[in-house]
């Protein structure tokens, strides 16, 4: 009740939860214009910047405007910490990897205790081919948050390509124990070729298998 008090006497920041709502529901077109709507009426909204930001960036498309949107929106507020991040994963989006790593180097500095700071700090430095960097940024994001499947599994890739193929292999397993619908790990752990697969972890790749409701991508 407190906040929709709040939302009826403030209505830009009523126009930015309505299009942020939008964004989150998937509904794009909804919230590009409920976000365009807010920057007209208050072209310094520093929260719109970013959601409309990341509406284009889900439809991957504008992605220079997004990056252009959040780079004023961090001209304005220079230690908005999620716009930061946000800039960071598009500026790897764009291949501007040198350019998202100083970033990256900012939001740890300024978010020591992200997880997901540091995990993107790792894509940005895996991305500009500084493996031994990335494999670092990912275990510093696996000492704060030690359940993120993805990031076992991408320090798993950084090890690999690093030649640590057992603490690869214990990683990508590491991955599939919090997600065994993570295919990727399986297809890595075969491309090792310094394990056979346990029975139980045949089993597991059989039952996902038999699953409807298995994405592309987990």
């Given at each position: 009740?407190?906040?929709?008090?709040?939302?009826?006497?403030d209505q830009d920041a009523a126009m930015v939860a309505a299009g942020a709502e939008h964004?989150?529901?998937?509904?794009?077109?909804?919230?590009?214009?409920?976000?365009?709507?807010?920057?007209?009426?208050?072209?310094?909204?520093?929260?719109?910047?970013?959601?409309?930001?990341?509406?284009?960036?889900?439809?991957?498309?504008?992605?220079?405007?997004?990056?252009?949107?959040?780079?004023?929106?961090?001209?304005?507020?220079?230690?908005?910490?999620?716009?930061?991040?946000?800039?960071?994963?598009?500026?790897?989006?764009?291949?501007?990897?040198?350019?998202?790593?100083?970033?990256?180097?900012?939001?740890?500095?300024?978010?020591?205790?992200?997880?997901?700071?540091?995990?993107?700090?790792?894509?940005?430095?895996?991305?500009?081919?500084?493996?031994?960097?990335?494999?670092?940024?990912?275990?510093?994001?696996?000492?704060?948050?030690?359940?993120?499947?993805?990031?076992?599994?991408?320090?798993?890739?950084?090890?690999?390509?690093?030649?640590?193929?057992?603490e690869a292999l214990r990683e990508y397993r590491t991955s599939i124990e919090y997600n065994?619908?993570?295919?990727?790990?399986?297809?890595?752990?075969?491309?090792?070729?310094?394990?056979?697969?346990?029975?139980?972890?045949?089993?597991?790749?059989?039952?996902?298998?038999?699953?409807?409701?298995?994405?592309?991508?987990?």
């Amino acid at each position: 009740e407190a906040f929709e008090g709040f939302l009826d006497h403030d209505q830009d920041a009523a126009m930015v939860a309505a299009g942020a709502e939008h964004w989150r529901a998937g509904r794009h077109e909804e919230a590009e214009s409920t976000l365009l709507s807010a920057l007209r009426k208050n072209p310094e909204n520093i929260d719109a910047m970013r959601f409309l930001a990341l509406t284009y960036h889900d439809q991957d498309k504008k992605l220079l405007d997004a990056e252009a949107l959040l780079r004023r929106a961090l001209s304005i507020a220079p230690d908005f910490h999620q716009a930061l991040g946000n800039l960071g994963m598009v500026l790897v989006d764009n291949n501007k990897h040198g350019e998202a790593i100083t970033v990256y180097e900012r939001l740890v500095v300024l978010k020591p205790g992200d997880d997901g700071a540091w995990t993107g700090y790792g894509r940005a430095l895996a991305q500009a081919g500084r493996v031994a960097d990335a494999e670092r940024a990912y275990r510093k994001s696996l000492e704060i948050d030690a359940q993120a499947p993805n990031v076992h599994m991408c320090r798993a890739h950084m090890l690999k390509t690093l030649g640590r193929q057992e603490e690869a292999l214990r990683e990508y397993r590491t991955s599939i124990e919090y997600n065994p619908g993570l295919g990727e790990s399986y297809w890595s752990m075969a491309n090792l070729k310094v394990a056979r697969f346990t029975d139980q972890e045949v089993t597991a790749m059989e039952q996902q298998l038999g699953r409807d409701d298995l994405k592309e991508e987990s």
